[in-house]
């Protein structure tokens, strides 16, 4: 069992930047990453990082984003600058763990971010 614990959500005005944290309890995690869920929409992808280097972005973050590893730390981060009220949303820590051909998914409990003046 994986357990993710996500910080740094909070209230911010447009324009500005935030970092969430994700610490994961073990090592050797496949994929690391974001989502979010704004409220009445879908569940989306924001960012990931595979194997500490290969990245991937949402159309609507990149440029804006940059997400990255601390593999000493077994944590993921996710800067956020310039943001817009649309990027109001409960973000989500999510990673993947491969071994033996199988394959597990894990959650965070979620951070919520209001982008708001």
């Known amino acids: 069992q994986v357990e993710l614990v996500e910080s740094g959500g909070g209230l911010v005005q447009p324009g500005g930047s935030l970092r969430l944290s994700c610490a994961a309890s073990?090592?050797?995690?496949?994929?690391m990453g974001w989502y979010r869920q704004a409220p009445g929409k879908q569940r989306e992808l924001v960012a990931d990082i595979s194997n500490g280097s290969s990245t991937n972005y949402a159309n609507s973050v990149k440029g804006r984003f940059t997400v990255s590893t601390d593999n000493v730390k077994n944590t993921v981060y996710l800067q956020m600058n310039s943001l817009k009220p649309e990027d109001t949303a409960v973000y989500y820590c999510h990673a993947i763990l491969m071994s033996g051909g199988y394959r597990w998914d894990y959650w965070g409990k979620g951070t919520l971010v209001s982008v708001s003046s």
């Open positions: 073990r090592i050797e995690l496949s994929i």
